[in-house]
C-alpha cells in the first residue's frame, strides 16, 4: 500500500526558511516523479516544484530561485527546500508522487505552512 507523508511545516516570518519532507512508502519512490504543489483556500492546487526520477527539475516561476527540490531514493524521501519565504507562500504544501507508466497519482494529506510576521 502507498503512503505519502509530509512533513517540515510551520510558522516562519518573512525572509525565513523551511524545509519540507516527503516520504514515500510502497516501494514506488524510486520510479517515481516526484513534486511539491501548494494550496490556499478557495484557490486551485498549484505546483511549486517537480523533480524526476532521473533528477531533473522543474520550478513555477513565482520561485525564482528561492526553493530547491531534492530527492534521496534511498530514503524514499523528497525535499523541498524554502528560502526566503513570502507571505504569500502562505499555504498547504502537498507533496505528490507519479510512478513512471502509470496513470495513478498519490497524494499526501498536506503539511502547513504560515509566513507571518
Known amino acids: 500500500q502507498v503512503q505519502v507523508v509530509e512533513s517540515g511545516g ?4 518573512p525572509g525565513g526558511s523551511l524545509i519540507l519532507s516527503c516520504v514515500v512508502s510502497g516501494r514506488i519512490f524510486s520510479t517515481s516523479a516526484m513534486a511539491w504543489y501548494r494550496q490556499t483556500p478557495g484557490k486551485q492546487r498549484e505546483l511549486v516544484a517537480g523533480i524526476t526520477n532521473g533528477m531533473t527539475t522543474n520550478y ?3 520561485v525564482q530561485g528561492r526553493f530547491t527540490i531534492s530527492r534521496d531514493n534511498a530514503k524514499e524521501t523528497a525535499y523541498l527546500q524554502m528560502n526566503n519565504l513570502k507571505v504569500g507562500g502562505t499555504a498547504v504544501y502537498y507533496c505528490n508522487a507519479k510512478p513512471k507508466f502509470s496513470s495513478i497519482e498519490y497524494w499526501g494529506m498536506g503539511t502547513q ?4 510576521s
Open 10 to 13: 510551520g510558522f516562519v516570518q
Open 113 to 116: 505552512v504560515t509566513v507571518s
Open 60 to 62: 513555477a516561476d513565482f
